[in-house]
């Protein structure tokens, strides 16, 4: 097993890092959505990594595209931003790059990369979290379209979307479940404001109402009642990629609490030098290299177009509880520093803390590996 | 229509990106950075050829690769540890062969000096060694068509609109910290582009006649000036701080 | 004691300069012999530098437009015929390309920008680099001369020696090549705006960087800077932004002020802006980054956000006058 990595690869990861550190580090941005940031991600090429060269994209590897996603993570601090990104890109565009017909592709993934379009997913409901599959969202077929009505919530870029991937039950078979393309401008689709939240406050979320939408037939992944399978491999990439920029995140609080640990002097010896410090930004590093590991192992698989479904739980797991928990270790190494908004480390906290709960809860993730593992073992 | 811009690799201790990322590298020496910017922005309207050359170490190449990105058309890295510890003298000795060796080159554009030596003689020195006429002051440079190379100076209060016909040697008079981006694509696209290397041996030079050896000057002593002042914080509340530096206003 | 020491100053256009190096050259003591090059466009200055203890001047005329090369016939007889150790030059544009002339045909090394020059069996020759921050002694060698630039107003013209006329004055013109052919002047016009004066002698002034360069918080720093009778400058970043014109840009390209008080809004403090306000009574930073290298630099330092400091000064001002 080679675990190298390709010039190639090195060069792409190094331009991120510096495209990350010098445009995306603005305060002034980090709490709310830049229409003119996301012209600039496009132009650099971020939203082309994995989509074919015929239609406008670099054709990329999604091995590269995870390190390049990783890289995102360690050099911007606009947390918001990069979910924005990772939203659109993973579960959205590559959506249709892959379960799109060829006249999907046509319609929507040039616009998709160049940042003319922004996509999003739309799975949860206001009574349907965990319990996905319960929702009440419903799409029936009608003449030469199908007509979807519900309401779907806590939709990361709903505000600012043009194109929803909308999972709905089928009326005429309520086991069966399909995803349709959306256009904002269909008639009958709404978005409610933006809802503030903890953190993340630059990547915008919202309710989206969907009022009997006539949607052209072609506008849907895979075939009518093909749903739930696409939507677990959906799940798949976006445990993967969503969690790919906190693996960065956590290696760059890693490196600030070790540079503060180690300037900052209390009783003739500089923290760092104190184990009770020293062991936490240990465990840090564990982490960070863990999971990039299991990053890598993952994007592989998906280079190799196999399943990733189990090592995706496991790496989602790993991953926001170990970004949530670093979190709170840097606070604490930074002290009455780290509670204070002015070093920015309290922003980390909030905007880690969603991550143990966006992409299917702990506890579900749990559920999946136990019942997975028992799957194999039984 | 050749044209050739000469780059120093200086020290990056400055770029957002070595400030926020800790990285130690080399940056373009920021008064080239702004000529190689201008020249950048015509290129994208006008057809030419556009060579980088460089006198560096190896450890330049990443820099300079990012130019290639950028839409310089080839690099000429001039590498060898005969080149180090150049003066002036010896540096334009390296450079001028490496011209010639180019050849058929139109314009040379320099910056006015680097951040680091600031001597401000080599673009002089080079013109002088290929015999032809150096143009200083340069602020703008305005088109490079088949007319010739039209630019702007700023000579003090007076500014003037010039065309220059080749070959000559062209001095651009400011410089920019700020960095340019460079796409993806472009990164890919670069690999087809050509980063050459030259010896000494390659442009026929003697190893006594560069770098140390090949100096003309020689540094006896260096040791830095402190400017660090005493940065005592103003504390309290605004308003007070305000009166406070009105006091001192005021003398 | 010296040993004999003979040294040449190339003199151009700028008759302070000329003095300040033929006084420096003279200062060296008694066993130096200074001769001089004066390089003119012009015949009508009276040439009296054999007052100021030069022993042999060369008067050349040379043609008023550009007068690159103009040195290379004359300075490979001159210097068989004189033999200097040190040639001197001023290290104004023009004094640098004639400098560099002479340094590639007679194959010697030349030192920049110099700020002092001792002798101790060698010329040594002081300069800075690296944005003023350090400060090195350079020797030549290898070479049948050394040279130098010498940056001007460092050196005091000492006053005129008894009169004498030993010196020998001889005249000539060049064969100037015409490098005006294949240049072309399309049009040239003085640039209004500029009054660079006003900063050297302004008493306060006002440093505008990135961190304060939109226009909401200009306008009010204009209205604190008309209250308190300061002039505006600003870094290289916020001159590229079209925001103030370059003759107030401060800093390694720009001009070098010395005002009594000094105030960096939004300014970072890279070393090639620092370079410029160096020489300030009193630095007060402003800037919200607790991080910003000027803070170093700075004398007091203000970490807030910068309207917010500009509002209150103005509010102080206008509540209880200045």
């Known amino acids: ?378 | 229509m050749r044209v050739v811009i000469c780059i120093k690799p200086v020290i990056d201790n400055y770029s957002t990106q070595a400030l926020q990322l800790n990285k130690k590298g080399y940056a373009v020496n920021p008064y080239d950075q702004l000529v190689l910017k201008q020249l950048l922005e015509i290129k994208k309207k006008q057809n030419f050829e556009l060579i980088g050359l460089c006198m560096g170490s190896m450890k330049c190449q990443d820099m300079l690769f990012r130019l290639l990105a950028g839409g310089v058309d080839s690099i000429i890295l001039l590498s060898d540890m005969a080149f180090a510890g150049a003066d002036t003298y010896a540096t334009t000795e390296v450079l001028s062969k490496a011209l010639i060796r180019i050849g058929n080159v139109d314009y040379i554009f320099c910056g006015a000096k680097a951040i680091d030596g600031e001597t401000g003689q080599v673009p002089y020195e080079l013109a002088h060694r290929l015999n032809i006429p150096v143009i200083n002051n340069v602020s703008n440079i305005m088109s490079m068509d088949g007319d010739g190379l039209q630019l702007e100076r700023q000579l003090d209060d007076l500014v003037q609109e010039e065309i220059i016909a080749s070959p000559a040697v062209i001095i651009g008079k400011h410089f920019t910290t700020e960095e340019f981006t460079v796409s993806l694509l472009s990164l890919k696209r670069a690999k087809n582009k050509k980063m050459i290397i030259w010896n000494h041996e390659r442009l026929e030079l003697l190893p006594e006649n560069c770098g140390i050896a090949g100096s003309k000057t020689k540094v006896k002593k260096a040791r830095e000036i402190n400017r660090f002042r005493k940065g005592e914080i103003m504390k309290g509340e605004l308003n007070l701080v305000s009166q406070e530096m009105l006091k001192i206003i005021k003398g | 004691m010296m040993d004999k020491v003979k040294i040449c100053v190339i003199c151009l256009d700028d008759r302070p300069w000329n003095l300040q190096m033929i006084s420096k050259a003279i200062s060296f003591g008694t066993n130096v012999t200074v001769s001089a090059i004066l390089l003119r466009s012009d015949d009508k200055e009276h040439i009296d530098y054999h007052r100021y203890g030069v022993s042999e001047i060369h008067v050349v005329n040379i043609s008023d437009s550009l007068e690159q090369f103009a040195l290379t016939g004359i300075i490979t007889n001159l210097n068989d015929l004189l033999k200097p150790d040190l040639y001197m030059f001023p290290a104004s544009d023009q004094g640098r390309d004639f400098a560099a002339e002479a340094a590639v045909c007679l194959k010697c090394g030349l030192v920049a920008d110099c700020i002092d020059i001792n002798y101790e069996n060698e010329f040594i020759f002081v300069r800075t680099t690296n944005s003023d921050s350090v400060l090195a002694e350079i020797v030549c060698c290898n070479g049948s001369s050394a040279m130098c630039t010498v940056k001007k107003n460092i050196f005091e013209i000492l006053p005129q020696q008894i009169e004498t006329d030993t010196a020998r004055i001889h005249y000539s013109s060049c064969d100037n090549r015409n490098f005006l052919q294949g240049r072309q002047i399309l049009r040239q016009y003085r640039n209004t705006d500029i009054n660079e004066a006003s900063l050297s002698e302004a008493r306060i002034i006002f440093g505008i960087g990135r961190g304060c360069s939109d226009k909401i918080k200009i306008d009010k720093l204009r209205k604190l800077a008309g209250y308190i009778g300061a002039e505006i400058a600003g870094t290289r970043a916020v001159v590229d932004d079209g925001i103030i014109n370059y003759d107030r840009q401060v800093g390694q390209s720009g001009v070098r002020i010395a005002p009594d008080i000094y105030i960096a809004f939004g300014i970072s403090g890279a070393a090639q802006h620092v370079v410029g306000i160096d020489k300030t009574k009193t630095i007060i930073a402003v800037n919200r980054d607790k991080e910003a290298p000027i803070f170093r630099f700075a004398d007091y330092a203000v970490i807030a956000d910068c309207e917010e400091v500009i509002d209150s000064l103005i509010n102080e001002v206008e509540r209880g006058g200045i």
């Open chain 1, 1 to 378: 097993m080679d675990f190298s990595i390709t010039r190639e690869q090195k060069e792409f990861v190094e331009e991120v890092k510096r495209f990350g550190s010098t445009i995306l580090n603005n305060k002034e941005d980090l709490d709310k959505f830049s229409y003119d940031l996301w012209m600039k991600i496009a132009d650099f090429g971020l939203l082309s990594l994995v989509t074919e060269e015929k239609y406008g994209g670099l054709g990329e590897s999604y091995l590269t595209a995870a390190m390049c996603i990783e890289a995102l993570g360690y050099a911007s601090r606009n947390n918001g931003l990069v979910f924005a990104i990772n939203n659109h890109i993973w579960v959205a565009q590559n959506l249709i790059n892959i379960y799109g017909s060829d006249i999907l592709k046509e319609k929507y993934l040039e616009d998709m990369g160049s940042g003319k379009k922004i996509g999003c997913f739309a799975l949860t409901e206001p009574d349907s979290g965990s319990d996905a599959l319960s929702m009440a969202s419903k799409v029936h077929e009608e003449n030469d379209c199908y007509i979807l009505t519900g309401t779907k919530m806590f939709i990361s870029n709903g505000p600012i979307a043009d194109i929803f991937m909308v999972v709905a039950r089928n009326q005429e078979d309520p086991r069966k479940f399909s995803i349709l393309v959306v256009e904002k401008d269909f008639i009958g689709v709404k978005t409610g404001n933006d809802i503030k939240k903890m953190g993340l406050n630059s990547c915008p979320t919202s309710e989206v109402v969907f009022d009997n939408v006539s949607i052209p037939k072609e506008n849907i992944l895979g075939t009518y009642g093909s749903g739930e399978p696409i939507m677990n491999a959906i799940l798949e990439w976006e445990r993967c990629y969503e969690f790919a920029p906190h693996v960065g995140a956590m290696q760059r609080i890693m490196e600030e609490c070790c540079k503060y640990a180690s300037s900052r002097e209390q009783a003739g010896k500089k923290i760092i030098e104190y184990q009770a410090i020293s062991h936490k930004i240990a465990d840090m590093k564990v982490a960070v290299e863990m999971s990039k590991l299991m990053l890598y192992k993952i994007a592989s698989l998906k280079d190799q177009r196999k399943n990733a479904f189990l090592e995706a739980a496991i790496f989602k797991l790993y991953v926001s509880e170990n970004y949530v928990k670093i979190c709170q270790d840097a606070i604490q190494i930074f002290g009455g520093y780290g509670y204070c908004e002015e070093y920015m480390i309290e922003r980390e906290l909030r905007d880690a803390i969603g991550s143990t709960i966006y992409s299917g809860t702990s506890e579900i993730q749990r559920n999946i590996i136990c019942n997975m593992v028992n799957a194999l073992i039984v």
